[in-house]
């Protein structure tokens, strides 16, 4: 029977670095693309499962899409879950990919300001605001969309608030990693809505996302 759009599960993945492991895994737990997504400009794919969906976004706007329910299930870094909240969301799932650090991080040279009026650069505001007021600061938050460690090399900011995952990015620039903040990987997401609707079709696929994650961890 041929499927309708709204009977399609829809999965969000997030387009880049967390895409490249994101592939691999759900294909061990059986769902693949029917067509290259990194060599399509296309942004819905169907899958080798009939009536399941993928849909690339940008990672801050995947918990946007499962929490509305235009995506039933997401696949998010859990550092944007911790900077934008899991309301509407249930996060069902460790996937164990794209492993990386929060962190703050400083000039190599500069030596730690107990001023409250140190200036972060991040684009995570909340994470930044929270992580500091935990040391008794209340620093000047500064929101940038990219290139972080450019900021204090050009005196914008005295520290940042970043994902580190070698390093090499902060070393390349002249940075040191200072508070470690979080350990982050991706996380597996479902809408509260679906969770309860589509209850048998999304629990097997958790249950095959698990054993995928289980068999990786036991190699
Ligand atoms: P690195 O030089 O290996 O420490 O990588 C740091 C840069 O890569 C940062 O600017 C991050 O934005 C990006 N990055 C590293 N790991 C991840 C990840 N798991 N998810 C998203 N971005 C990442």
């Known amino acids: 029977m041929q499927s309708t759009q709204s009977d399609t599960l829809t999965i969000a993945l997030t387009k880049g670095r967390i895409l490249r492991e994101t592939l691999p895994l759900f294909a061990e737990a059986g769902l693949e693309p029917l ?23 940008r990672g801050s706007d995947v918990p946007t899409y499962v929490r509305h329910g235009a995506a039933d299930i997401g696949v998010v870094g859990k550092d944007l879950l911790m900077e934008f909240g899991d309301e509407g969301l249930y996060e069902v799932l460790d996937l164990e990919i794209a492993r990386c650090r929060l962190m703050t991080a400083g000039l190599n040279f500069s030596t730690r300001g107990h001023a409250a009026k140190i200036r972060v650069a991040t684009k995570f505001v909340n994470i930044a605001r929270a992580h500091y007021a935990s040391r008794g600061i209340q620093p000047n938050i500064i929101k940038l969309y990219g ?21 090499n990015t902060l070393k390349a620039n002249g940075m040191k990693p200072l ?18 609707t589509r209850n048998s079709v999304i629990s097997a696929l958790v249950e095959r996302l698990t054993t995928a994650v289980d068999s990786r961890r036991a190699v």
Do not use: C, Q, W, Y
């Not at 450019?150 to 520290?159: H, K």
């Open 179 to 196: 508070d470690h903040i979080a350990d982050i990987s991706s996380r597996l997401i479902v809408n509260r809505a679906s969770m309860r």
């Open 35 to 57: 067509e290259s997504i990194e060599r399509s400009r296309k942004l819905i794919f169907p899958t080798s499962v009939d009536g399941v969906s993928f849909v690339v976004l």
């Open 147 to 167: 290139a972080m460690e450019l900021a204090p090399i050009m005196n914008l900011a005295d520290e940042i608030v970043d994902i580190v995952d070698t390093g």
